[in-house]
């Protein structure tokens, strides 16, 4: 609360601009409120509770693969056939 020149003492409510995280739409809420507008406040209230609690998140992995019986063949070629272009990289 602040009070002006004359010692009157002014109420203030700071509010921001949010989206609600069910829908979507953009609303003014009073800062520090709740994260669904009035319309999804009630539809959330009704969804039933979590089963499991959260847990730490583990990526998936699978083996290597691997293929047997290859060689990686690389041929000898002449490298000078290229010329380099006029023109600084």
Known sequence: MKSDEKGEVKK???VELKY???CGSLWV???GAGVY??????KVADLPAGKQKP???VLPVRPPTVVEEYEFEVENEDFNDFEAAGGAA
Not at 37 to 42: A, S
């Open 29 to 31: 809420r009073e800062r």
């Open 12 to 14: 203030q409510i700071g």
């Open 37 to 42: 507008c009035n319309n999804c406040q009630l």
């Open 55 to 57: 847990s730490r998140i």
């Open 20 to 22: 609600c995280e069910h």
